[in-house]
């Protein structure tokens, strides 16, 4: 027999409240609360550097579903503050979940979650009301005492948390006699965007996200990559001003999601704080230099200001989203660099954007010659 379950509870900031069950640690998380819609590829959900500082709501009904694998990941440690979910699955059906449930995994890494929740209902209210922080906790019953706990929470809106989650030490990856060398600048780079750096013949140095162009030139790279990452964009100016300095070496650059906002703002674009964001496996995005859509991994909060890129003369729009209009992609005129909003290495994810890291060798390639 099942053993009873600890209660938990839910707080928003909007002062909704929502009971249900406990599992992973005990204790209280606190965050900005946000979904995914995707179905599957939690591991790599949580994993993920750019979601550092959130709750996340896993939409779909099931999770836990497949257990734990040491190679699901794409970093050390899961990054998501708490867990939301409607049903966990304590039975897991993958003979290579060689980590087991979990249930057990949350644990592992303080990881405080709460399933019974009515998740697709919360999902339509946070569409409706917006990003918002919010509270989990397991230990403390009183609502008035939670309320006062979740007011001090900062806003992600102006939190730079980049610098908290990059490498603090350089490190390279892929044959170091390889013909191309990237220089990557680490806000939390996701690891399968490396693979698909190395795996296309590239020797790549990843960098922690403060170093000096100085420091990346030595590397004597035959290109730049600005990563992904979590928090606010407008709140990193030195990394703004380092994209720029980037950027006068007339290398090919490529960013993806805040590496994108950052080359945005480095060609003074305004970015914002989204309503909701987007985040799942699903999203479709237009090509408009090609006509092709793509279906499209996207986990981001913030985006690029559409009129001032659509007004900037030297930049041009090359993705759109096709549910919103927002900005999925831009490149820049006079100098080889260009970024995408989503996440083209695709984990999880369908991988029809992964053309992208062909084209940034081509880049190379073609300077080179």
Do not use: W
């Not at 606010?232 to 380092?242: C, E, I, L, N």
């Amino acid at each position: 027999m099942t053993p009873t379950k600890q209660a938990a509870i839910l707080l928003l900031a909007d002062g909704h409240v929502f009971h249900g069950q406990s599992f992973g640690k005990t204790g209280t998380a606190t965050g900005e609360i946000c979904f995914n819609t995707g179905m599957t590829g939690y591991q790599e959900v949580f994993t993920d550097p750019s979601y550092t500082g959130q709750i996340l709501i896993m939409n779909n009904v099931h999770v836990g579903n497949y257990g734990v694998r040491k190679a699901d990941v794409e970093s050390g440690s899961i990054k998501i503050r708490g867990l939301i979910a409607r049903n966990l699955e304590e039975q897991f059906s993958r003979l290579m979940a060689d980590e087991g449930d979990l249930d057990a995994y949350l644990k592992a890494n303080n990881i405080v979650a709460i399933e019974g929740i009515d998740t697709r209902a919360l999902v339509a209210h946070i569409r409706t009301k917006g990003a918002m922080n919010c509270i989990i906790s397991t230990e403390i019953p009183d609502i008035e005492l939670l309320k006062t706990e979740l007011a001090k929470v900062p806003d992600m809106d102006g939190l730079e948390l980049a610098s908290t989650v990059s490498t603090q030490e350089e490190y390279e990856l892929g044959d170091t006699h390889a013909p191309i060398k990237v220089a990557v600048l680490d806000f939390g780079v996701k690891q399968h965007i490396l693979q698909c750096l190395v795996s296309r013949g590239a020797h790549v140095r990843v960098h922690p996200a403060k170093t000096p162009v100085s420091r990346l030139k030595e590397f004597n790279p035959d290109g730049y990559f600005i990563s992904n990452g979590p928090g606010d964009p407008a709140a990193m100016p030195y990394a703004v001003t380092t994209v720029k300095e980037i950027l006068q070496e007339n290398k090919p650059v490529f960013g993806i999601c805040l590496g994108h906002q950052l080359l945005a703002l480095a060609n003074d674009i305004p970015t914002f704080k989204m309503h909701h964001g987007h985040r799942g496996l699903n999203h479709p995005v237009k090509n408009i230099i090609t006509g092709q859509c793509e279906i499209t991994t996207q986990n981001h909060g913030f985006g690029v200001d559409p009129e001032a890129v659509r007004k900037h003369p030297n930049v041009e729009v090359t993705h759109v989203n096709l549910n919103d209009d927002s900005i999925e992609g831009i490149r820049l005129k006079d100098r080889p660099a260009f970024s995408v909003q989503y996440h083209p290495e695709s984990t999880p994810g369908p991988h029809d954007s992964r053309y992208l890291f062909d084209r940034f060798l081509e880049m190379i390639k073609d300077q080179m010659n």
